[in-house]
C-alpha cells in the first residue's frame, strides 16, 4: 500500500500550482477527476493481471508481486527494470513536493501572511556563500 499512496500522493500539491493554470477552476477538479479515474482503472486491469498470470493461491504467498509478474512476462532482467522505474515514481513524487511547497511560501509571503522576505528570489548557493 506504500506505492499506492505514493501515487496518489501529488493530489494535495495541485492546488499550489493553480496560479499558473488558465481557467483553474475547471481544469485542476477535472485533471484531478481523470487522473484518478485513470489510476483505478490501471489498478483494476493490473489486478486483473496479477490473477491471470501468476495466479491467486500464488498471489497469497507472494510478497513481491510486481517483480514476480515483471520476471514472468519480461524475464528475470525485468525486476531489475521495475525496481529502477519504481525509484524513478518516488523521485517524481518527492520532486513535486520539494517544488511546491516553497511556492506556497512564496505565495503567503506576496500575501503579507507570511515576512515579504520571502517574495525574493535568492539561490541556495548565494545563501550558503554568504
Known sequence: MVAVSFTYGGYQQ???FGEEVKNA???I???ILLAILL???LYMLINYAYVKVIGF?????SKNIAAI????????KAEMVLSVLLFLGVLAYINSSLLS???VMYAMGKDRILP???TQKTSMMHLLWQ
Open 116 to 118: 515579504v522576505s520571502f
Open 101 to 103: 511547497n516553497p511556492r
Open 39 to 41: 489510476i483505478v482503472s
Open 25 to 27: 477552476n475547471k481544469t
Open 14 to 16: 495541485t492546488i499550489n
Open 29 to 31: 477538479p477535472r485533471g
Open 57 to 61: 493461491e500464488e498471489l497469497k504467498q
Open 69 to 76: 509478474m515483471a520476471s514472468k512476462i519480461f524475464g528475470a
